[in-house]
């Protein structure tokens, strides 16, 4: 059974920057694409990066060029590098494969507010 273990998320200003980090134990990460996804308050959990084993990334429209996602096998772990953030980006993160499959973790609430 996979766990996935987010964290690094915060309050932070319009225009901060933020590291999220995913460790995840019960399986081989490396032959997965792994996936950030957020859920703000009263919507839909949506999928913000994903990454595939090899390395090949895809955004959602509204963070691209500003979100980095990147991964490391050895360590079964994955990031996102949140950069120029915005209070439409205050949500919790998860992790998980890309489509999800995995138990959902507890996530880490990124809040963006002056």
């Known amino acids: 059974q996979v766990q996935l273990v987010e964290s690094g998320g915060g309050l932070v200003q319009p225009g901060g920057s933020l590291r999220l980090s995913c460790t995840g134990s019960?399986?081989?990460?490396?032959?997965?694409?792994m996936g950030w996804y957020r859920q703000a308050p009263g919507k839909q959990r949506e999928l913000v990066a994903s990454?595939?084993?090899?390395?090949?990334?895809k955004y959602l429209d509204s963070v691209k060029g500003r979100f980095t996602i990147s991964r490391d096998n050895a360590k079964n772990a994955v990031y996102l590098q949140m950069n120029s953030l915005k209070p439409d980006d205050t949500a919790v993160y998860y992790c998980n494969l890309d489509p999800p499959r995995a138990d959902w973790g507890k996530g880490t609430m990124v809040t963006v507010s002056s």
């Open positions: 990454v595939t084993s090899g390395g090949s990334a």
């Open positions: 019960g399986t081989i990460f490396s032959i997965y694409a």
